[in-house]
């Protein structure tokens, strides 16, 4: 009988453990492989999440460059002056230039304020060259620049494919991009150009180098506007990595957001350990559970074997019994080592006093209390009082390790029995938790972090469900529409949504069309507008994709509000397409809307008709009232004009006092004449402006497409024409016709061969000598160009010098012109004849710094002092940028070198300007000087204008002396000096001196 029983109670044990043993293993299995596929896709779901936000930043930051260039473009068609270094520099780009269709240079600017920039290699160019024609503007892969940094040209068209804008952009935004993101040890940020060229990466090497690594699948794969996740091995690092990638819709840039493999195994790897650790205990206690059965069921008692206690010391869980009072009998070494004390130190004590806490204990007792219904005091009855029920008592606890320090545990207490049925001890088990609990805190932190990630974002990000409702979204989403979390979950996406787009389509259409193509698969990347809660409509970019959580399909909006974008893109285009001072269209505005009115007028048969409007002597109303006066002029002409108008002309100013009429219409030209007359009419009309009532008068040029002009730029060109013959003749309104045309193919021809003149040197210099009134000693020679044409022989000013004034020209003409005068008069000079030789400066001259330099040294090039050298500026050429002459002037002035105003009297120059400029002398206009025998009106004219420059300590220069008498009135008058045909015409350098041989006072 005794040799049945053990056999009895081992078979018990086998079967037990079996039945226990084997789901402890399968459930083991199917967590640590479970752990693995969820750590696999939080982390695909995380990269590929850091990779869109990366692309959506960089597609930002191109949008953001797109816009200022395109800013930059329209400010270099109408004021350069407003081009702003600074923004320019906020977006990394060091330099822009313009070229023209022969790829010649007309205007740098660069971000840091250089005076010069760092030309362009010969890949650069040619790269640019080969994207001069392109619709848009366009990012070009990265190069290596003239310093061999990396560079990225942007390309973008000007003045419908006349001239083109190459802007210089380095990788440092890139830089700082990529080094924000860090995921374990070796986890990064790549980001690439369209061919695979690294813009940004870890290693700096590779940067500087511009490394293509389009070898990578998934590099490939972004070249080709994809976006996911893959793994793939990577040489660089000599490690399988998984990568989250995706591309920047505007420019073909790539992000990648690869981490090695390695580093997710290590963390599932501390997820099996942890599992395996659990499953080992479960695998001991249900094998001990399983041999205390078969010793119930087979031997009942209460003493332990040597064996036994073998059994409960090799047990890798806390295992102590106690009586029925609570006094401990048994206590393993797991427990031993779990709290720090001996079995002897503790069997015969009573618990919970040593290993509980008493915080605790009086806690749970509460609990007990209320949930059993009758008052539990703390003590031992706390942990067995279910246990006496009958019930397994499982439960997180506390023991108290010797040292003090808490230990976490999952303690399980059941009632042991005698072989009557009544309870002689309870046995507690108890598992360490300590592991468990610091994974949990680590696996809540991970998911702060990312919730953390999901909430701070910038973006408004939300998760919708098939029927396109919210399921999820961040703060910001509900900051962006106005509502709170409980308004907006459950709501459809369309609740949100005008009725329709602003493209005029249904939005309930389009969004089924997005959310369609999105759920197949693709990532859609488009504008929408919506609506906040209390019905205000905003304009957004939302990026959509397809994401399975838990194998159930949803839909992640990324959604940015681009209002202020919007409306700045609607500022810059109103202002680049109108004036800042009469809200009427501008220049360029008014090119395009001429193709609107040809298209109708060709559908309906009209003609097309171009009125160029010039106010008459507008100058006279700046300098007596002053500009702020004449601008409240201005702005009063558009609505009078209008007035007039049909509802569908376009009314434009074009700068200064200067507008154009365009309208499309049946009339025949003498109706269209008649209408002009009424905008002269009009604004005989007095304007009433601070008191006062001013009336004006205007000329007004007709040009009629297509009989003048085939294009907006020819027919205004053939009014303008018009106009400056109305003003010429003061007809006040003159029709185009060619026989008026001074402006034909010939001086088109002079245009384009005066560069070569200068190259060629057929420019010569011809002198008028100026004498002194009271001896009548010479006084000084004025240098006079003259072009020696091949073709049509000498040619006097009045034929090129506007072409001059008006192209890049004016700078070596200039220069030349400075040169030749200065070594001619360095000839005078060495014969004796000191005299200052006059200059003549044109307006461009005065806003150009670099004559001031030519000046300098062609004076020390021959050897000359600047009191040998005058110059002569035009009144009107000062007044049209009187505060940037007074500054250059000033810097010739302290070089000693003399200034003459020429043609004094026929600018309608300001006194107030007159009186700041570092003028010596004024020269009156030869119509005054001519006719003052005759014409009392203009002798009191010269006369006032003497008295007047004396009083400014000014000497004074009467031009146009063809006679003795208007001479020696001249004297009378004071004048200090003359010159005139009179006194000696202007003649080549040798005449000249044979002229100062023979001339007596």
């Given at each position: ?770 004498i002194n009134l009271a001896n009548g000693e010479i006084s000084g020679f004025e240098a006079l160009i003259r072009w020696l044409h091949p073709e049509e022989g000498l040619l006097f000013p009045d034929r090129f010098i506007d072409l001059v004034e008006m192209s890049e020209v004016i700078h070596p003409f200039t220069q030349y012109v400075i040169e030749l005068a200065l070594s001619e008069k360095k000839k005078l000079h060495a014969l004796g004849l000191t005299q200052p030789v006059a200059i003549n400066l044109s307006a461009r001259n005065l806003s150009d710094f670099t004559c001031l330099e030519t000046l300098e040294a062609a004076l020390l090039a021959n050897e000359l002092h600047p009191n040998e050298v005058e110059l002569e500026i035009t009144e009107s050429a000062v007044m049209q940028d009187p505060e940037g002459a007074v500054e250059l002037l000033n810097m010739f002035k302290a ?107």
């Open positions: 009988m005794s040799q049945e029983r053990p056999n009895f109670r081992i078979a018990l044990f086998i079967a037990f453990s079996f039945m226990s043993i084997i789901p402890v293993l399968l459930l083991g299995w199917w967590t640590v492989n479970s752990a693995r596929d969820n750590e696999y896709a939080a982390v695909e779901d995380k990269h590929l999440l850091v990779a869109k936000n990366l692309t959506l930043a960089l597609s930002r930051y191109a949008q953001d460059t797109t816009a200022v260039l395109n800013y930059v473009s329209s400010a270099y068609l109408t004021d350069k002056k407003t081009i702003n270094e600074n923004l320019l520099h906020s977006q990394n780009i060091k330099s822009v230039r313009v070229f023209d269709n022969n790829d010649e240079a007309l205007f740098v600017i660069s971000s840091n304020g250089a005076a010069t920039t760092t030309p362009l290699t010969e890949p650069q160019k040619e790269m640019a060259r080969a994207h001069a024609n392109s619709d848009s503007t366009v990012f070009l892969p990265v190069q290596a620049d003239a310093n061999g940094d990396p560079c990225i040209l942007i390309v973008s068209p000007i003045e419908s494919g006349k001239s083109y804008l190459v802007a210089e952009m380095t990788t440092e935004y890139f830089i700082q991009l990529q080094g924000k993101v860090v995921f374990g040890e070796l986890g990064h940020a790549a980001i690439v150009d369209q061919k695979g060229n690294v813009l940004a990466h870890p290693n700096a090497d590779w940067v500087k180098q511009i490394k293509n690594i389009k070898k990578v699948s998934a590099v490939q794969r972004m070249m080709h506007r994809e976006t996911g996740v893959e793994q793939f091995y990577s040489p660089a690092m000599k490690a399988d990595m998984i990568a989250g990638f995706s591309f920047v819709r505007e420019t073909g840039w790539g992000v990648m957001v690869p981490q090695p493999v390695a580093e997710l195994e290590d963390s599932i790897k501390r997820i099996k350990q942890a599992v395996l650790g659990v499953g080992v205990i479960g695998m001991a206690l249900a094998m001990f559970i399983s041999w205390f059965l078969a010793i119930k069921l087979a031997r009942p008692t209460q003493q332990l074997s040597a064996w036994q206690k073998a059994v409960l010391d090799s047990a890798d869980y806390c295992i102590i019994s106690t009586d029925i009072n609570g006094v401990i009998a048994t206590f393993n070494r797991k427990a031993e080592k779990m709290l720090g004390y001996s079995a002897s130190e503790l069997i015969g004590k009573a618990t919970p006093e040593i290993i509980h806490d008493p915080v605790e204990v009086e806690k749970y007792a509460r609990q007990l209390t209320s949930e059993l219904g009758e008052k539990i005091e703390p003590g031992f009855e706390v942990l067995v009082k279910k246990a006496r029920r009958g019930v397994v008592d499982e439960r997180e606890w506390h023991y108290v390790h010797k040292n003090g320090t808490h230990v976490p545990v999952y303690l399980s207490v059941t009632a042991l029995h005698s072989t009557g049925g009544e309870i002689i001890g309870f046995l507690g088990i108890a598992t360490d938790l300590t592991q468990q609990k610091a994974m949990q805190i680590d696996l809540k932190e991970t998911e702060t972090r990312y919730h953390t990630l999901f909430d701070g974002a910038g973006d408004a990000i939300c998760l919708l469900d098939s029927d396109s409702k919210f399921v999820e979204c961040n703060p910001a989403l509900l900051t962006l529409f106005g509502c709170t979390r409980e308004q907006i979950i459950g709501e459809s996406i369309l609740h949100f949504s005008p009725e329709f787009q602003a493209d005029g389509k249904p939005s309930l259409e389009k969004a089924n069309d997005y959310v369609k193509a999105a759920f197949n698969g693709q990532n859609l990347f488009f504008e929408w507008s919506h609506t906040t809660r209390d019905g205000s409509v905003f304009d957004v970019e939302v990026s959509l994709s397809a994401v399975k959580i838990g194998n159930q399909p949803f839909l992640q909006g990324i959604i940015r509000d681009i209002t202020d974008r919007k409306h700045f893109e609607q500022q810059l285009a109103y202002q680049a397409g109108h004036d800042s001072l009469t809200g009427l269209p501008n220049r360029k505005s008014l090119h395009e809307a001429f193709l609107k009115h040809i298209s109708g007028a060709e559908k309906h048969h009209y003609s097309v008709y171009m009125m160029l409007l010039d106010l008459d002597r507008f100058k006279e109303i700046n300098d007596t009232l002053g500009h702020h006066l004449g601008d409240q002029v201005l702005a009063q002409i558009g609505p009078r004009l209008r007035d007039i108008c049909k509802a569908d002309a376009t009314i434009a100013r074009l700068g200064g006092d200067e507008f154009a009429i365009l309208t499309s219409t049946a009339e025949p030209i003498n109706d269209i004449r008649e209408k002009a007359e009424s905008f002269i009419q009009s604004l005989n009309k007095p304007f009433h402006i601070n008191g006062l009532n001013i009336s004006l008068s205007a000329s007004i040029g007709i040009a009629r497409y297509p009989d003048h002009g085939s294009d907006s730029h020819q027919l205004l060109r053939a009014a303008d024409v018009a106009m400056y013959e109305a003003k010429k003749r003061s007809l006040g309104i003159t029709v185009y016709d060619p026989a008026i045309d001074e402006y034909t193919t010939q001086r088109l021809k002079f245009a384009n061969e005066l560069a070569n003149a200068v190259n060629k040197k057929q420019l010569i210099l011809h002198y008028q000598p100026r070089r000693n070198i003399e200034i003459a105003i020429d043609d004094f009297g026929t600018g309608y120059s300001s006194l107030a300007y007159l009186r700041q400029l570092p003028v010596s002398a004024l020269k009156i206009d030869r119509s005054f000087v001519m006719h003052m025998l005759a014409n009392a009106q203009d002798s009191a004219i010269v006369r006032s204008t003497i008295a007047l420059a004396h009083s400014l300590d000014m000497k004074v220069i009467a031009e146009g002396v063809e006679d003795e008498e208007t001479l020696r009135l001249l004297k009378e008058m004071d004048c200090d000096e003359a010159q005139g045909f009179g006194i000696g015409r202007p003649q080549p350098f040798d005449k000249l001196v044979e002229w100062t041989e023979t001339y007596q006072p």
